[in-house]
């Protein structure tokens, strides 16, 4: 079946520093992924849509330059947390839809925690 | 939680029994699905039901789809306790969106 492999797992960084979350599905085609976030006993919020070859469509409320997105690849998305603080801590989870459509579609990576500290 | 409601948030039963779990959404949708978290983990898809279907199966899973009061729920029949998790619904409208989800804890 469809796999995404997202890394790291986990991260710990300081504040201030810049931390790359990649997302990539292994065995299929995704033109479209999507990033969330979650916290600790809560749903997850999509925080944008990455395209392949174009610009990232951002939520209402997610900060662009704080949460860069680059899809430059059919396979690979990433997101930058850029300046992290504290209270970008969170559990970041990545999803690829596949460009054939197949089944649910989506296909999501195991997360990634991050830590500011 | 972006898309709607899920009740009840919190469920606790005991092994064999049934499990079953609502999801409420807000906008028009293509499909509607299942997904599973354990702790710390990602989403495991489960079912996926399409706006024109109402009643689907899949082993120990029935998940029923009811567009006029935009709801969905998922049961789970002789539950287990590897069915303790974190269950949400999604709805598809291009991109996938979730309810607050369902804390499901089943007792041996």
């Known amino acids: 079946g469809a796999v995404v492999s997202q890394h790291p797992s986990r991260v710990i960084c300081k504040s201030g520093t810049s931390v790359k979350i990649e997302c990539r599905s292994l065995?299929?085609?995704?033109?479209?992924m999507f990033w969330y976030r979650q916290f600790p006993k809560q749903s997850l919020m999509l925080m944008a849509t990455?395209?392949?070859?174009?610009?990232?469509?951002?939520e209402q409320g997610v900060e662009k330059d704080k949460f860069l997105i680059n899809h430059a690849s059919l396979t690979l998305s990433t997101l930058t947390v850029t300046s992290a603080h504290p209270e970008d801590s969170s559990f970041y989870i990545c999803?690829?839809?596949?460009?054939?459509?197949?089944?649910?579609?989506?296909?999501f990576g195991s997360g990634t925690r991050l830590t500011v500290v | 939680s972006q898309q709607g409601e899920e009740d009840p948030q919190a469920l606790s039963i005991q092994e064999g029994e049934n499990a079953t779990m609502n999801c409420s959404y807000k906008?028009?949708?293509?499909?509607l699905q299942w997904y599973r978290q354990n702790s710390g983990r990602g989403l495991v898809h489960l079912i996926l039901?399409?706006?024109?279907?109402r009643e689907k199966h899949s082993g120990r899973l029935r998940v029923t789809l009811d567009t006029s009061k935009k709801s969905s729920s998922l049961l789970i029949t002789a539950s287990r306790a590897a069915d303790t998790a974190s269950y949400f619904c999604?709805?598809?409208?291009?991109?996938?969106?979730f309810g607050q989800g369902t804390i499901l804890t089943v007792h041996p």
């Open positions: 999803s690829a839809r596949e460009d054939t459509g197949g089944g649910s579609g989506y296909t």
């Open positions: 065995d299929f085609q995704a033109t479209t």
């Open positions: 990455s395209n392949e070859g174009s610009k990232a469509t951002y």
């Open positions: 906008t028009s949708i293509n499909n």
């Open positions: 039901i399409r706006s024109n279907e």
């Open positions: 999604g709805t598809s409208y291009g991109k996938l969106t």
